[in-house]
């Protein structure tokens, strides 16, 4: 899922979906996902922020978590996007991997585009460091 992309966080370059990297391994992490019209301004508040590329096949879309615990059905039209993940309290998150209120939040932007290589926009907590050096990079 990370092949030649530079970030670690999320990982789109198999083509068979979108893969999070999130810092709490067990769950309680909040997780919202935007589908927009076009190209957001860049938002505030967000310590770690990367954007992929997503090809959505004509057929049904589907979130899950890890191990298949939760997940859902989300309306995507097929088409070409890019994704703009927004992540906050990663270090908190991976420090409190057992705490039981949520302590990391991630909000996925989707909107129409056309495919393009990865890219890091903003990083500031220590294990977004950590996950970009071991599984980005690769360029």
């Known amino acids: 899922m990370f092949a030649e992309h530079v970030n670690g966080l999320a990982g789109a370059a198999s083509g068979d979906g979108l893969y999070l990297n999130l810092a709490r391994r067990s769950g309680g992490s909040s997780v919202r996902i935007e589908l927009l019209d076009g190209e957001p301004a860049v938002a505030d508040g967000w310590e770690d922020i990367v954007e992929v590329s ?39 998150g991976r420090g409190g991997e057992l705490a039981e209120r949520i302590v990391d939040r991630y909000l996925l932007k989707i909107w129409p585009a056309q495919a393009g290589p990865d890219a890091i926009v903003k990083t500031t907590s220590k294990d977004a460091e950590y996950w970009h050096r071991e599984i980005g990079s690769r360029r």
């Open 54 to 92: 997503i090809v959505v096949p004509d057929a049904p879309v589907r979130w899950e978590t890890w191990g298949g615990e939760s997940g859902g059905d989300l309306t995507l039209p097929a088409g070409t996007y890019r994704v703009r993940v927004h992540a906050h309290g990663r270090d908190a």
